[in-house]
């Protein structure tokens, strides 16, 4: 990160341009010169108040001045720290923004290592699921085994045996060819499993979901514009990340028919980003909708949703929201309050934690579902859109990311210490 | 006496190899295809060892070795597993079911032959 995207830096620029002396800003700003010298030159961190009363004399936003480190980054230090905290003496967590500020590359690269490091562990873990618990897997390999442990002890048998009868040799050597065939149809079974696997083409993104969240967000999330066509191969590696984005794909082409151009636009003009509205004049399902915001080219909302489990299926990520990639999510977040509440509309204004709190409004709404009829369970399936804040949302719903990187410190809903306030 | 081995394993050919290996080396040698009436074959039977595959069709190997275990009669009746590799978390409760060895698969003829002779204490 250059210099010139600094707190200080970006403050000093404004100040410059606007003609103002240095004593007459930290006069107004209720400061001592000599701080604001210090904080201009980033020699002293500046946030909250100061950084606002600063932010409203320059006339700018005070996030206009945030230096740039995402909050993304924040929450992949604290992970690794987290990580780090657990196999032995935790590094110095409350400074991981000083650490983000002075040594950005070394901060990106840190996170990187942490990502990398969740990833292979994931797949080690994926990997050892597959190896004792996956009933194909294991079928195919005892199908192998049984092959060669039949031709091992047919070849020992017509190999020391001098005395054999010709009925039994004639009975051994067809059990050979039996077994033959059999061990090339298990080898075959056995590869191709495997190569489906689809590790050795993706050896960074072991999990299905982010394969096909990595894959989405390089269409820009504009799943309709695909035309309802197959996943290839050449799209994403993995047999599994195929099947979900292809069951996304489908889910996308149905909406857009459902919710056709112009009169999806025309409504989401007239009523903006509220589903149930647009629902109401258009006669479509309500997640429907949520899934057509979001899913607009060039759209900024974000997107989450659940299935009942409060298992996080899909997340379209939002600058300034993070999305925890591994664990659970804060509780506290509308998306699971729908959950309780179905076919109801909720709307709360949220704000993240940090030392510039981001807010959103979050727009959540739940939708059962009967696929098996009177006699079949219900399923639910919850969504929240993630969009900007007006500058007067008033009171806000603190939530967090996931508990674990989370600084609050009271928070009703916490399930286990933060790394960050231990 | 000729000493009764009973081979409780559902793939025919393996099943096959071990009856001629073992009848060659002068036990005789009775077949069950499957886990369900193993029980009964052991009371008429009366082998001198079982011969028990962990995978069958029907059943466990471990159901029916618990179930010999729990029988006075059988408690004390020599048992030789077969398992694969990788059935760790199952040889492991096979041991604490009473099992009397393990044979791995794919064995070479003469192990199998050794482990029913020490089992035999021929």
């Not at chain 1, 070394?106 to 490091?117: I, K, V």
């Not at chain 1, 925890?324 to 509780?331: K, N, T």
């Not at chain 2, 190997?61 to 029988?71: F, M, S, V």
């Amino acid at each position: 990160m250059s210099l010139a995207a600094l707190t200080g830096s970006r403050l000093r620029a404004a100040r410059t341009a606007l003609g103002l002396r240095q004593g007459d800003v930290a006069a107004r700003a209720d400061i001592s010169a000599s701080y604001l010298n210090l904080i201009e030159h980033n020699r002293r961190k500046v946030e909250g108040a100061v950084l606002q009363r600063l932010a409203d004399v320059l006339g700018q936003p005070a996030a206009s001045f945030h230096d740039g480190i995402s909050g993304a980054l924040l929450e992949d230090l604290r992970g690794a720290a987290a990580a780090a905290s657990e196999a032995g003496p935790a590094p110095e967590i409350a400074r991981t923004e000083d650490f983000a500020h002075r040594f950005p590359g070394w901060a990106g690269l840190l996170a990187d290592l942490h990502r990398q490091n969740a990833q292979l562990a994931r797949s080690l873990s994926a990997l050892n699921d597959r190896m004792t618990q996956d009933p194909h897997l294991s079928a195919s390999l005892h199908e192998v085994i049984s092959a060669v442990t039949s031709l091992r002890s047919t070849t020992g048998i017509l190999v020391e045996t001098d005395d054999l009868e010709p009925e039994w040799r004639a009975r051994f050597y067809g059990n050979l060819a039996q077994d033959s065939d059999r061990l090339a149809v298990g080898a075959r079974a056995l590869v191709g499993y495997l190569d489906g696997f689809g590790l050795a083409d993706s050896p960074g993104i072991a999990v299905p979901q982010e394969e096909v969240e990595a894959w989405m967000a390089a269409l820009d999330w504009h799943l309709a514009g695909q035309g309802g066509r197959r996943v290839a191969k050449a799209d994403l590696p993995s047999a599994a990340a195929r099947q979900l984005a292809q069951g996304w794909l489908d889910v996308a082409s149905r909406d857009a028919a459902a919710l056709p151009d112009p009169a999806f636009s025309t409504a989401f003009a007239r009523y903006g980003p509220d589903p149930v509205r647009i629902s109401a004049d258009l006669g479509s399902d309500v997640l429907a909708v949520m899934r057509r915001i979001a899913m607009q080219p060039h759209s900024a909302v974000g997107l989450a949703i659940c299935d009942a489990s409060g298992t996080i299926l899909l997340r379209k990520p939002v600058d300034g929201f993070a999305v925890p990639r591994f664990g659970a999510a804060c509780p506290l977040w509308p998306l699971f309050t729908a959950l309780a509440r179905p076919m109801t509309p909720i709307e709360v204004v949220i704000e993240t934690p940090g030392p510039v709190p981001q807010r959103f409004v979050a727009r959540a709404f739940c939708q059962p579902s009967h696929p098996g009829g009177f006699h079949g369970p219900e399923l639910r399936q919850s969504a929240m859109l993630i969009l900007p804040a007006p500058a007067d949302s008033g009171t806000a719903q603190p939530v967090g990311s996931t508990c674990r990187t989370c600084p609050r410190t009271v928070c009703p809903a916490r399930r286990e210490p933060s790394i960050l306030t231990a | 006496m000729t000493k009764r081995v009973l081979l409780i394993e559902d793939e025919a050919n393996i099943a096959e190899a071990i009856r001629f290996i073992l009848s060659r080396d002068g036990w005789q040698v009775r077949v069950l295809g499957q886990g369900a009436g193993a029980q009964a074959m052991v009371a008429q039977y009366q082998p001198d060892v079982v011969i028990l595959d962990l995978m069958l069709p029907d059943m466990s190997g471990l159901e029916i070795l618990t179930a010999l275990r729990a029988d006075a009669a059988t408690a004390g009746l020599p048992v030789l597993m077969l398992t694969a590799k990788g059935q760790g978390r199952d040889r492991e409760a096979a041991l604490r079911a009473g099992v009397s060895a393990f044979m791995t698969k794919p064995f070479a003829n003469a192990d199998i032959r050794a482990a029913v002779r020490d089992l035999l204490g021929a």
